[in-house]
């Protein structure tokens, strides 16, 4: 059960379900191609599938594991980043085939665009909630458009509605492409700001949503373990009130967690990603 570099997610506590009798999926990317600063992100999914197997099956109000959690093998991660990205596509979109609920575990956060991609092809109308320290509309980072600091700009370009929450670094020129494509978002310093009694989204955002959660969105004391750390971000307890607030009337499709580059002898930011995992398959599950 233990010491696998690839344990299912939570198999300690449920017995590991196949595609076809799971919910959940969970898909590890152990991707890191175009890291700019600190390093360590292809063990990411590693590290939170053995922290999800220190979980308790019970997440404090209902028990998502019932609804069966299927761990895929790890995507191919071998060669151009190009090439993960079509890896990641076509993983997810078997996934989405069975009607199914990806879970993909980063990585960097280039593997979104894989993601995306494969969501387009089945939903017809999504929107995005990015949550990042950054802003990741870049066209093009380190001679790289498949950045990690590119990452939302694809979707964007493709016509996806994105919502950014946590933002406290970016360039004037994507601060100025927001401004262009009339983005809406709250940037870390108005997150104290939030009335939690009112929707966040606006009306005319999609009705469908999937989260793309990179953990440097949060305050680096909650997640210390990422490659570009920047203080001032939101905090745990901010992270499931705007959550919920997000998921009212609205239906979450699928999220992505990225960015987490384990510290050796600091276990506790790829467990509190495993528990903010699981957390988030609860509130999916209560509200089926
Ligand atoms: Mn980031």
Request: neutral net charge.
């Amino acid at each position: 059960m233990f010491g696998k570099k690839f344990p299912s997610f939570l198999e300690s506590e449920t017995e590991p379900k196949s595609a076809g009798n799971a919910f959940f999926h969970v898909i590890p990317v152990p991707c890191e191609k175009t890291v700019s600063y600190g390093k360590g992100t292809a063990e990411g999914p590693s590290a939170i599938l053995n922290a999800s197997n220190q979980l308790e099956s019970f997440d404090g109000y209902s028990n998502p594991s019932e609804l069966g959690i299927f761990t895929s093998e790890p995507v191919e991660c071998k060669g151009s980043i190009e090439k993960v990205l079509e890896n990641v596509e076509k993983t997810v979109s078997k996934t989405l085939a069975l009607k199914k609920f990806p879970v993909v575990l980063g990585g960097e956060h280039s593997i979104s665009i894989g993601t995306i991609k494969a969501l387009m092809k089945y939903e017809n109308k999504f929107g995005i909630v990015h949550f990042d320290a950054h802003a990741d509309l870049k066209e093009s980072y380190e001679g790289s458009s498949f950045s990690h600091a590119c990452a939302m700009r694809h979707a964007v370009d493709a016509g996806i509605p994105v919502f950014q929450i946590g933002i406290r670094s970016m360039t004037e020129e994507e601060n100025k492409f927001r401004k262009q494509k009339k983005m809406e978002f709250i940037n870390a310093d108005r997150i104290d700001l939030i009335n939690y009694k009112k929707p966040i989204l606006p009306k005319s955002f999609p009705k469908k949503i999937f989260f793309s959660i990179d953990v440097d969105g949060f305050d680096p004391c909650v997640f210390p373990a990422t490659g570009t750390p920047e203080p001032g971000g939101f905090n745990w307890r901010e992270f499931f009130k705007i959550a919920e607030n997000l998921l009212q009337g609205r239906k979450l499709i699928g999220f992505d967690l990225v960015e987490l580059a384990p510290i050796v002898n600091l276990h506790y930011p790829e467990f509190s990603a495993a528990r903010l995992i699981y957390n988030l398959m609860g509130m999916v599950q209560r509200r089926i």
